[in-house]
């Protein structure tokens, strides 16, 4: 006993990791190989384009070089120790290296947090850091995708601590470290700028603080010349086509940011239509986060930036600028996919455990009931979405739906700018059916109605994935008022389809279901959608149903 309350720290620190990397590495391959996140499979096909070292272009720029490199250098790796190409040419393998990186990341993310944490706040916010990151449901769930949200938060908080470390100890070994992790951060997502503010500061800072020793603060000219030198060389060395094909990097760039900021309009964006900007990010953050620790990360992080700058405390600042400036940056995008608050989530909950632990020191009682009951919801929360990696994904249940009950040439309708059903299944590629697309996005008018009539008169079913493109135009009524009142008709079965199978898949934890459909739409649609079957049951003609679409009514 004795012996473990020594130690405590490390059995912390360890069973955080060991729990952490559970969490983060079962079941990566949950979709079967299939890749239902947009960004994997362009991931995953400009890793099949690169060839050490004769060609490095990957030709894709929405993200940096590094990853792409990595995934194919792993890849090759695997090649030659198990003599199976395929590591370097099916997606999905690729995709499951990725998605290997992506746990680890997250769950090293743990080690720089609490050092963090426990230098600025103390050994116990440390701690309660760590344990709430590791059951953080944000976190687990990007860790089971192959994109860098994982590996630019790490590399985010890991360039907060060596901030730290050079302000104690401006070397010229901190200055290259800064350098490197920095220039890979470049290397990983271009948005990576935004890490400037760490060793920013902290030059700042010691500008500060040494501005009477005029010795010290001319021996950081050569740590900042080192620091910069080293950045270009590794952001260069690792994503050396955003400086060698820059049109198509800066082409790449301008359509990202346009798509971010809402300057350059596509229909993937239209379900933040009237969203509200930071409080929209917050009401997330319940999903994100858990609902207690969602609150009390936001109050902690407020208190943190208003709290009086005393001589000892200036230091934080290294810790709190980069999340508030990314948070009011990031934050007034049009575009506000959860995965782009992934870098300040750490921050956020390092504030919530420091303000629990304040609690805490004051009323003891108190603080401790808080902190307890708040491990409890947040680890109940975690599990009950880690249950979505113990069932088959749902396009996949819905798929072997098909695949059982619908003849074979059958004319299967889906939707545009959406995966298709069914997806491939072992000896079944989808081409038994006839798989026509419909153009929900189509702009409403009488066309539209003539153009939805003469295309369910022909099919058999409809197959919806997805709440991606019913969940935004069913709520854009001025917008689309014939495409919402075609959803309301088709859902209550008036349009001669019969709904013949619903499939959904919800965080549950001993009985209670969580239903997440009021999340943002990427919270649900990759990994646990809820797809529905309809099958033609009465055959309309184009004429019905004509009529019953022009319906205004129920």
């Known amino acids: 006993m004795k012996f473990l309350q020594k130690h405590l720290t490390f059995f912390t620190i360890l069973f955080c990791l060991c729990v952490s990397l559970f969490l983060r590495t079962y079941n990566l391959n949950w979709d079967n190989g299939l890749l239902f996140h947009p960004d994997e499979r362009n991931i995953a096909n400009a890793v099949t384009k690169i060839h050490f070292f ?36 099916d997606w999905g393998k690729i995709n499951l290296i990725g998605r290997f990186y992506s746990a680890l990341f997250s769950a090293y993310t743990i080690l720089p947090l609490f050092f963090i944490a426990k230098k600025l706040f103390g050994k116990k916010t440390a701690l309660l850091s760590i344990l709430l990151y590791t059951f953080t449901v944000t976190s687990i769930q990007n860790a089971h995708f192959a994109t860098t949200e994982s590996s630019i938060t790490f590399f985010g908080v890991l360039l907060c601590w060596l901030s730290l470390l050079w302000l104690e100890k401006p070397n010229f070994l901190f200055s290259v470290l800064l350098g490197i992790v920095f220039g890979i951060s470049i290397a990983t997502k271009t948005s990576a700028f935004l890490f400037i503010l760490f060793p920013a500061v902290a030059v700042l800072l010691f500008i500060l603080t040494k501005r009477k020793q005029q010795k010290k603060l001319l021996r950081l000219i050569p740590s900042i010349l080192c620091f910069l030198i080293t950045t270009a060389l590794f952001a260069l060395l690792l994503s050396p086509y955003s400086l060698f094909d820059y049109a198509d990097f800066a082409a790449s760039m301008h359509y990202e940011s346009g798509v971010a900021t809402g300057t350059l309009p596509v229909v993937y964006t239209l379900q933040f239509s009237g969203s509200i900007p930071y409080l929209f990010q917050i009401e997330n953050f319940i999903w994100q986060l858990g609902p207690l620790v969602a609150i009390f990360s936001v109050v902690g992080m407020v208190f943190l930036i208003l709290e009086p700058l005393k001589r000892k405390q200036t230091i934080r600042m290294i810790f709190w600028v980069f999340p508030l400036v990314y948070f009011l940056y990031v934050g007034s995008w049009h575009t506000k996919f959860l995965r782009y608050m992934m870098p300040v989530i750490p921050f956020f909950i390092t504030a919530g455990s420091m303000l629990l632990i304040s609690v805490q020191k004051r009323f003891i009682l108190l603080g401790n009931t808080i902190i307890l009951v708040t491990l409890l919801t947040t680890i109940g929360w975690a599990f009950a979405f880690f249950t979505l ?104 079965g008036k349009l001669g389809y019969e709904n013949v199978g619903t499939f959904s898949s919800y965080p549950t934890l001993f009985g209670v279901t969580i239903n997440d459909d009021s999340s943002e739409e990427t919270f649900q649609v990759y990994d646990h959608p809820k797809a529905f079957i309809f099958k033609n049951a009465k055959h309309f003609s184009q004429q019905q149903l004509v009529g019953i679409l022009n319906q205004k009514n129920l």
């Open 54 to 89: 004769s060609q490095l272009n990957p030709g894709f720029f929405a993200y940096g070089g590094f990853s792409i490199y990595l995934y194919r250098a792993t890849g090759d790796t695997l090649v030659t120790l198990t003599h199976d190409p395929s590591w370097v040419s």
């Open 389 to 492: 990696y113990t069932r088959p994904q749902t396009r996949v249940a819905a798929s072997t739906y098909i695949y059982q009950h619908a003849k074979p040439g059958s004319v299967i309708l889906t939707e545009s700018w959406d995966d298709g059903l069914p997806v491939a299944l072992g000896t079944h590629n989808g081409g038994e059916y006839q798989e026509k697309q419909l153009d929900m996005y189509q702009a409403d008018g009488p066309q539209k109605i003539v153009y939805l009539a003469s295309t369910l008169s022909t099919a058999d079913y409809i197959a919806i994935n997805s709440r991606r493109i019913y969940g935004t135009l069913m709520r854009l009524t001025s917008l689309y008022p014939i495409t919402a009142n075609y959803y309301k008709l088709l859902f209550a």
